[in-house]
């Protein structure tokens, strides 16, 4: 595609409940991350993968937070019995390799309420 | 850790003038990148200008310079010829410059406003 897709740009729910956040890469990007932006805050590293591999997770903030690029494309940062400090933005990047720049999406701005 | 601190959360300029953000880092390696982002309302992240460490030259790209000073570990980005459109959250990075280690460090931002 022409540029990183997030979907949903907006998604509310209820604490407690699970929730999904999808992320499109650029096409024939091979790393890709997701990082967490709290309000008025700059970006948080979270996880980063090569292809399927996830070779760095050590930002990700509790076990209730999983991530996964099944076929080294498409990305799905999955959050687990939601808590309201949960509630942020979260951007997904992408880039051709080891240092190329990554290029970010639009994010996903989740509210727990 | 690393760490990066953008000390000024609010600068303002009049259009057609110059301003300066400022960025500081603190780092035990050598080898590394410093980068500004720039995030609209929109909330994509764009990125303005980068820095390899091992470059003494200043980087520029158009109406954006940066001043890098390895030493004092200090990277301010220059916007000459400010334009409505340069209205923005800035945002200075780092990433080590270990192959593999692809991980961006995030200051935490200065919101620029330009005045018509």
């Known amino acids: 595609g022409a540029g990183v897709s997030q979907s949903p740009r907006y998604k509310v729910a209820k604490r407690g409940q699970d929730v999904a956040l999808r992320c499109d890469p650029i096409s024939g990007h091979v790393s890709l991350f997701w990082y967490q932006q709290a309000l008025g805050q700059g970006p948080e590293f979270l996880t980063y993968f090569q292809n399927e591999a996830q070779l760095d997770k050590s930002g990700l903030p509790s076990d209730r937070f999983f991530a996964e690029r099944p076929e080294g494309s498409v990305s799905t940062l999955k959050i687990q019995r939601t808590q309201q400090e949960d509630s942020a933005v979260y951007l997904c990047a992408s880039s051709s390799g080891w240092g190329q720049p990554q290029h970010f999406g639009d994010g996903t701005r989740l509210s727990i309420l | 850790a690393q760490t990066v601190t953008q000390s000024q959360p609010e600068m303002s300029v009049q259009e057609a003038e110059t301003v300066t953000l400022s960025c500081t880092y603190d780092t035990s390696e050598s080898d590394y990148y410093l980068f500004w982002y720039k995030q609209p309302p929109s909330r994509q992240m764009i990125l303005v200008i980068r820095q390899e460490a091992y470059k003494q030259q200043n980087a520029t790209e158009n109406r954006f310079s940066v001043n890098f000073q390895k030493a004092a570990k200090s990277f301010s980005l220059k916007i000459s010829d400010s334009q409505l459109g340069d209205a923005a959250m800035y945002f200075c990075?780092?990433?080590?410059?270990?192959?593999?280690?692809?991980?961006?460090?995030f200051g935490q931002g200065t919101r620029l406003t330009i005045n018509p």
């Open positions: 990075a780092y990433r080590i410059g270990i192959q593999g280690a692809q991980k961006l460090v």
